[in-house]
Each structure stands twice: as structure tokens, then as C-alpha cells.
């Protein structure tokens, strides 16, 4: 995920939502035309709140699938707090992906 030397003292901002994945990414996610797939968006605000960076996630359907760890953030889960994947990799790694 986004970080780095300038973001030691930033903001970090991130969101995770559902939502149809744009149409050239849906061949590469396995995903049909308008399904949703949970993404995740990560911003490092800096000490004057403007983006220092941005990143978006899109899910594929097997990391979805391969995944047990995501099933937490499946829709109507209580999401109100900042959603933590930093045992991302980890959770991938272990999923054989």
C-alpha cells in the first residue's frame, strides 16, 4: 500500500466499497460487465490535508472467492470503522494466489 518516507507524519485515509468494476478491468478481475466487486481506496493525506497519494484496489472474483479473511467486508457487514488489510498479502500468500 501507498506510505513512504513523506507520509511518516500523514493522514491515512481508506475506504472499502462495492461497486461495479470499470468495464476494461472486467476480463482481468473475472468479473461480468457491471458486477460489483469490493474495492479498496487508500489516501495519505499530508499535514495540510491535501492527497499526497492515492490508490485503488479492485477485487478479482477469485481473490474474493480464495479469500476467507474478505468475507468481513461483503455487503450489509458493518463497515464503519476503517477497514484494516495489512495482513493483505499475508492473506493472499495463504490463499495459494
Not at 75 to 85: A, E, S
Request: aromatic letters at 8%; hydrophobic letters at 40%.
Amino acid at each position: 500500500f501507498p506510505g513512504g518516507p513523506r507520509a511518516a507524519d500523514a493522514l491515512v485515509r481508506a475506504s472499502l466499497t462495492w461497486e461495479p468494476a470499470p468495464t476494461p478491468l472486467t476480463a482481468r478481475l473475472q468479473l461480468a460487465p457491471g458486477e460489483p466487486t469490493l474495492v479498496h481506496r487508500h489516501v495519505v493525506l499530508g499535514p495540510q490535508g491535501t492527497a499526497l497519494q492515492r490508490a485503488v484496489s479492485w477485487f478479482s472474483r477469485p481473490a474474493l472467492t480464495e479469500i476467507p479473511q474478505l468475507a468481513r467486508y461483503r455487503p450489509g457487514r458493518d463497515r464503519r470503522r476503517q477497514p484494516d488489510l495489512r495482513l493483505l498479502y499475508h492473506w493472499m500468500h495463504q490463499a495459494g494466489l
